[in-house]
Each structure stands twice: as C-alpha cells, then as structure tokens.
C-alpha cells in the first residue's frame, strides 16, 4: 500500500466497477468515501467492501441516491476527486428512456455542482459507456472519442439497453459541457464491454452477457453480436487513476483494448474452456443484431496508458469468480 494521496468520493461503490475501483484506490493510498443507497433495513451487506485492506483506517460509507442529487454533498465535501461511477441501470427497458435518461442527468449535474460548491475538488472523472459513442449509423472501420451516438438512431433501433444507452449520451455530454461552462475539470473514460473478475456480490451485467455462451444464455447472443469491444475490468479502474493522476488530460477517453466478433468468440471459449457446450461459431451465423466498429484507445494510450491484460486474463477472471460465487 502506497502513501497519503489524499481524499477522493467513489459513487455507486457497490457496482461492479465502483468496488474495484475503492479497492484500487485503498491500495495506493487514498483515503476513500462511497456512496451507496439507503438501506434503511440494513438488507445490503457491504462488508465486501468494509472488509478490503486498508478500508477500516480509509474508507468511509455515505448514503446518497441520484433521484436527490443534495444527498452527495456530505460525502464529496473536502474530497480532492471524485469519481462518478454511479448510473441508473434499466438493460430491460422496464422505465421509459425519459425517466432514466433524465435521473441520469439530474443525479451527475448535482453531483458536479457540489464538486464546484466544495471549493476542494479538483477533477471529475466519469464513467461514460462504448454506447455513447458506437450507436450512430457511421460505417467507419473505427471510431474514436469524435464520435457520438445519436438518440433517434438508437430509438429505431429498438435494442436491448436502449435506455441505457440513450441516458450515458445525454449524461456524457451534460457533464462535459457543465465542465466548461464552469470551469470545472471533468474527463470521461468509455469503456467497451468491462469482462474479468469481480469483488461485488451481485452477478456485473457485462460480465453475464460476455459469459452468455458459457451459461447458454441465448436471448443475449445478439447483443454480443454488436458488443465485440472488450476490455478487462483491473485495465479499466487502472485508466480511471492514471487519467485522474495525469495533469494533461482532457476531454473523453475510449478504454478498450480487444475485439472479437460473436464467430471468433465462441472459437476461442472453446478452445480455451472445453469442459462447457460452447455452440459452433457456424450455429451463430443465424444471429443477428447491430455490429458496432472498432474503438480506438489511442488518445489514452498517446497520454502514456499501458494494458496489461487480454482476453485470457478477463475470461479466466471471469469465469474463476462466477465458480467461487457460485454463478457458474
């Protein structure tokens, strides 16, 4: 464990990348607040979190919730960062893209409006998704940061997560224009579809579908037909502390370091994890779904961003926590 770096607020610390991320922060020395939702009946139990090195002396556990964008004030307060990793999450399509969509902006204009109150905060990293970048109709070999996806398009697309990814657009531009219109220094990392091991309880979205053929979940096999961008979850949380870190950066910042079509997929889980029925990459061709590009990373990597880990590291990660946590 490193030394004092100061106080920083991780919201949505009970997530799949929110956890990760306090684990990696205690571990190089920052003192830690988190924000997580109310459990009035003390069903949660976060002692995944309250157990990690260093979280009894450097963590600290607030209640807030983006429907009452106030309710982040205590715990930002006096913070030199804050990390805004927290997101209304409806991948099912249950509330209308409306009532997301503008949670989402609420809760981070609140959030970054108590960044600028406590005179104390000094960058706004968030955590924006490939799905507002990818989603726009452009037939270019890769896209990078200049990219954005486009609401109507996705609306007739009438995917799976389209609220989702219309609410990460809006909210990815909502809080970078908040940022230059007031002079506060927020960056946002998207990242690809996030695959490798994990320290929450619950099941991490991403993680189910890039494990859909592994758990034979078929209604997901389209959406792995267009989510063909990966990236492994210690690279992503690495990218999240080197940019906060860096005194150059600026702007957006794709994080993604591998691509893999559906067919090439299921090759590679075969080979790689023969004890599962994997289906033939000649079964998949049927499969149909929106094929997004390439993303590039070279703006994060040009910045000095190194990957360490592949494909092999995020599905044996994967795959090894699903076994231990009893998914698989």
Request: some cysteine; overall charge negative.
């Amino acid at each position: 464990m490193e030394g004092d770096k100061g106080t920083v607020c991780v919201t949505g610390g009970t997530g799949f990348i929110g956890s990760w991320l306090i684990m990696r922060l205690l571990d190089r020395g920052y003192y830690v607040r988190t924000t997580v939702r109310s459990d009035p009946e003390h069903k949660k139990d976060i002692r995944f979190l309250t157990s990690l090195p260093g979280a009894s002396e450097k963590l600290q556990i607030f209640s807030a919730d983006l429907s009452n964008p106030e309710s982040f004030d205590a715990a930002i307060e006096g913070c030199s960062g804050v990390f805004h990793v927290a997101t209304p999450v409806d991948f099912e399509d249950k509330e209308p893209e409306e009532v997301v969509t503008k949670r989402s902006i609420d809760g981070a204009l609140g959030i970054l409006k108590a960044c600028l109150n406590s005179r104390t905060v000094k960058r706004v990293v968030y955590t924006s998704s490939a799905a507002a970048v990818v989603a726009n109709g452009k037939d270019v070999d890769a896209m990078d940061e200049s990219f954005w996806s486009d609401a109507g398009f996705l609306k007739g697309l009438k995917a799976f997560g389209t609220s989702y990814a219309i609410s990460k657009t809006l909210t990815e531009r909502a809080v970078l224009e908040f940022g230059e219109k007031h002079g506060l220094d927020v960056l946002t990392v998207i990242p690809s579809l996030v695959v490798g091991p994990f320290i929450c309880p619950k099941f991490p979205g991403s993680v189910r579908s890039a494990l859909a053929m592994v758990l034979g979940n078929e209604h997901e096999y389209s959406f792995l037909r267009g989510a063909s961008c990966m990236v492994h979850t210690e690279d992503l949380v690495r990218a999240h502390i080197f940019l906060f870190e860096c005194p150059t950066a600026n702007g957006r910042y794709i994080c993604s370091s591998d691509f893999m079509t559906l067919e090439q997929l299921s090759e590679f889980l075969s080979v790689r994890y023969p004890e599962y029925q994997i289906p033939t990459a000649e079964s998949l061709k049927e499969i149909t779904g929106y094929q997004e590009p390439r993303l590039s990373s070279k703006k994060l990597l040009d910045s000095g961003f190194e990957y360490k880990y592949g494909l092999n590291e995020m599905f044996d990660g994967a795959i090894q926590c699903c076994r231990e946590k009893g998914f698989l």
